[in-house]
């Protein structure tokens, strides 16, 4: 089963608006992240959050991490046409290996 | 290397031939992943490499699967006798030496896409 779950699976957009997207999980973390993934590309890195922060930007994103909750948030402000893609996020269990295991993703759609 | 480069990017097999798919992690980086991508689905862990650490072999399939790793850079992952459901996107992903912090940040290459007819 998957560590991790983002929500929803699909989000379709107008450019200019912002994109909210989840993720749950089930056990406790060193840190989580988000990756992005073009259609036919591989995986890409965006942000690292870890289990003792709370919330981290980057350009126009912004992760916020609630530990209480095991959730995460990844909000892409202004969005652009150019964002449209499938965006995972991906756990690292506290007390493992450190192996990524990542969820089914959310594919994000923005209409110019 | 300046990325990770997986090949082939596409290969096309019939059902019950063996394949073999290769990936070059950057030059440095101690930690090597394979990843499967089924269509719709999210990435599903096949293996984890580490130095000259005995691999994580956790998330192979079936005994058909098997990966090595020759003097702790270029890979290669073998599926024997493939089937129908072998069908999917390899991704292999390599990291610097993983901290105590667990803060592993994967760098993907473009996959490779299998199709057994």
């Known amino acids: 089963s998957q560590q991790g779950e983002e929500d929803p699976q699909a989000l379709s957009i107008q450019e200019g608006e912002n994109a909210t997207m989840n993720c749950s999980y089930k056990?406790?973390?060193?840190?989580l992240q988000w990756y992005r993934q073009n259609s036919g590309r591989g995986l890409v890195h965006l942000i690292l959050?870890?289990?003792?922060?709370r919330e981290k930007h980057s350009g126009r994103l912004r992760v916020t991490l609630d530990t209480s909750k095991k959730s995460s948030s990844l909000l892409i402000t202004a969005s652009r046409a150019a964002d449209t893609a499938s965006y995972f996020c991906?756990?690292?269990?506290?007390?493992?290996?450190?192996?990524?295991?990542f969820g089914r993703g959310t594919s994000l759609i923005v209409h110019p | 290397g300046a990325g990770v480069s997986q090949s082939p990017s596409n290969k096309v097999t019939e059902k019950g031939k063996d394949v073999e798919l290769r990936c070059d992690p950057i030059?440095?980086?101690?930690?090597l992943y394979w990843y499967r991508q089924s269509l719709g689905q999210g990435l599903e862990f096949l293996i984890y490499?580490?130095?000259?650490?005995?691999?994580?072999k956790s998330g192979l399939p079936s005994d058909r699967f098997s990966a090595e790793r020759t003097g702790g850079s270029v890979s290669t992952l073998t599926i024997q006798r493939t089937q129908q459901e072998d069908s999917a996107v390899y991704l292999c992903?390599?990291?610097?030496?993983?901290?105590?912090?667990?803060?592993?940040?994967?760098?993907f290459g473009a996959g490779s896409r299998l199709t057994v007819l």
């Open positions: 991906a756990t690292a269990v506290s007390g493992g290996s450190y192996i990524p295991t």
């Open positions: 030059s440095g980086h101690t930690a």
């Open positions: 490499f580490q130095g000259n650490s005995a691999p994580d």
């Open positions: 959050i870890r289990s003792n922060e």
């Open positions: 056990t406790s973390i060193n840190n």
């Open positions: 992903a390599s990291s610097p030496q993983p901290m105590a912090s667990g803060a592993n940040v994967l760098t």
